[in-house]
């Protein structure tokens, strides 16, 4: 499809640069055969009882490092790790880390540029091992916040880009739709008789990375580890078995859902990695409903939601949106969608 199809055009102050407070006060748009207002205070009133919730439990690690190189500072995102225990990572500017140099970040944190990829990434080796990267980053890094929010981030962010529910270390941005919960929420929801079920997968820098060519089929995705356990799987299918919707809260959630589920819908226990590139055309498998933030003009994530309730329904919504000051991208309000039957 050509990509294009997937334009829009959104004021700059649409963008989100802080969360609504509290979380639970964000909008919400519930795009079913009508357009309705809601908060996410409400999310508990359109659920039924035996309804299954999906969460990525996946938390962001504080992946943005700085270095001074010279009289230049340097900003160092790490994105992907690699099975020799390397990180890729973008640099800027990249031309001033060269291989063999010693990078330091602080007086006990250091790595080694040990080489540089075709598309400019650096390719780091950490002197820590990885059971002692993730508190060095936590004690030295920032929160790897999108580059649409232009400010430096604060220690706020540390809370707020993260959700209440985050266990596992790993991804460089934040499943967004999830940062809408409070354990107040979470309580209402299981109070109104659904299920949740929690699921793992690492959200990479590639979220970021805009769509550079004409046709959707000349996309390459980028691959990003996940993880289904077999409380999960075992929740989601009972629920599935009674009758209940599946409520993907996320598109990295519906994401690893629709990597692992069989043709007919079942989970099995799974820990791997997916590439799933979702557009137009695609027949959903298991998710009944979609919870997510308003995403970028031509992304995959709006292909994605454009996949799930249909293309003319979604650029109907997103305009309705726009027009309602609804807040975008990662610290915005939120939608609920129905699937495109």
Known sequence: ???????????SERIAHAPANPREAAKLLHVSDALRDLTVGDLPSLLNAGDVLVFNDSKVIPARLFTQVGDKQVGVLLHQPQEDGSWRAFAKPARKLKEGMRVSFADDFAATVIGRTDDGQVLLRFDDDAA???PKLHAHGHMPLPPYIQRADTVDDKHDYQTIYATHDGSV?????????????MDAIRARGAETAFVTLHVGAGTFQPVKVDDTAEHVMHREAISMSAEAANTINVARARGGKVVAVGTT???ILESVAAEDGTLKPFTGST?????PGYRFKIVDRLMTNFHLPKSTLFMLVSAFAGLEKM?????HAIASDYRFYSYGDTSLLERNA
Not at 1 to 11: A, I, S
Not at 173 to 185: D, E, R
Not at 315 to 319: E, R
């Open 1 to 11: 499809m050509r990509v294009d199809l997937f334009d829009f055009h959104l004021p």
């Open 132 to 134: 002692a990267l993730f």
């Open 173 to 185: 941005a934040a499943p967004t739709a999830g940062l809408h919960f409070t354990p107040a929420l």
């Open 253 to 255: 959630s519906l994401r």
């Open 275 to 279: 590439v799933i590139f979702i557009t």
């Open 315 to 319: 650029q109907a919504a997103y305009a």
